[in-house]
């Protein structure tokens, strides 16, 4: 039987890197070396290599995750059976959900990386290739949107999150655990997603939102020039389960007159409340003031939602962030 297509993109990241001369190690390697690295892919796919990027992944943007979620449209459209995307850990829980909200269909999309570089000894980097390969083709990964493997958990992009600055275990869905793993070879998944609407692929750049998180005794200066500065929204991180100082409230509630400001929380996961606080400066003071609940988004997911939404007019940002409540 013919083996499936897979489309390897390579953007950077630690999988790909290698010491460099200006010290430490930096991106190198592209996705053909990458492949060529793991024999076994060849018995996984009919693997097709490309490396748009070679950036550390704090360096990739939104527009460059546009780009490669055309790229992977055009690939599924013209015949590719799945697809990989090769990056650095530090956005990934970014670039999964923004390729989720923007990459149509039921092919299955992973996204992996490395947590140690390419000559380090205990690499991670093949491991995770070779298991993101074998997620992607197959059918049993289909429908349930972006997903990303690394140490051999398969996560759903909107719930995914890095945890820990170094262990190869850094990856986490702390709502609801991973969705399954790859044991002798093959994914087994013990819960499944349905997807989520996607948006429209506009090209170019989502316009700016700002991300602020609310610490303890803030007095939301910074907030009141979010708007001068440009920014076309702004997601809020609040305390608990989405709650500022009672002070700030009406400084957020002025700024949603502005731009639309969506409220998330700063805790690691669960949803932001809706109807349970009745105190100045909690969710329900803050929902009358025009903020929209981000649901179990977290901040750095709800900002992404946020930006593709904006672009479709003010009245479809409740609409977007409905299905993630
Ligand atoms: N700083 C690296 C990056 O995100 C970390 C990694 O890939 O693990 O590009």
Excluded: W
């Excluded at 506009?202 to 700002?210: F, I, L, Q, S």
């Excluded at 929204?233 to 969506?262: N, Q, R």
């Excluded at 803050?286 to 901040?299: E, V």
């Amino acid at each position: 039987m013919a083996l499936p297509r897979l489309l390897f993109l390579s953007l950077g990241g630690t999988i790909t890197m290698v010491p460099s001369e200006s010290g430490g190690i930096a991106p190198k390697l592209g996705a053909a070396e990458l492949v060529a690295s793991v024999p076994a892919l060849k018995d996984v796919g009919d693997i097709e290599a490309h490396s748009p990027f070679k950036l550390p992944s704090p360096s990739l943007t939104q527009a460059n995750l546009v780009e490669v979620a055309d790229r992977l449209n055009k690939a599924f459209a013209s015949g590719i059976d799945g697809a990989v995307v090769i990056q650095g850990t530090d956005t990934i829980e970014e670039s999964a959900f923004l390729l989720d909200l923007l990459v149509g269909g039921d092919k299955p999309v992973v996204v992996t990386g490395a947590m140690r570089g390419a000559d380090a000894p205990g690499a991670d980097g093949p491991a995770n290739l070779l298991a993101a390969a074998r997620v992607a083709a197959s059918p049993a990964s289909r429908g349930m949107g972006v997903l990303a493997v690394l140490n051999y958990d398969i996560h759903a992009a909107r719930f995914v999150q890095k945890s820990h600055t170094a262990l190869p275990s850094a990856f986490l869905s702390p709502l609801v655990g991973p969705l399954g793993v790859v044991a002798e070879g093959k994914p087994l998944f013990y819960c499944r997603v349905t997807r989520n609407p996607t948006l429209p692929l506009d090209p170019g750049p989502p316009p700016p939102v700002a991300l602020i998180k609310i610490p303890m005794g803030d007095d939301g200066r910074l907030l009141r020039d979010i708007a001068k500065l440009g920014y076309a929204g702004a997601v809020i991180e609040g305390m608990g389960a989405g709650h500022v100082h009672a002070d700030v409230a009406p400084i957020l509630g002025e700024l949603a007159t502005k731009i639309p400001v969506v409220l998330s929380s700063r805790s690691m996961t669960g949803p932001v409340f809706t109807s349970t606080y009745g105190y100045p400066g909690a969710e329900i003071d803050l929902i009358k003031r025009g903020l929209t609940p981000s649901g179990y988004l977290s901040g750095l997911k709800a900002r992404l939602l946020l930006g593709l939404a904006v672009r479709q007019g003010t009245k479809k940002i409740a609409e977007a962030f409905a299905p993630y409540q």
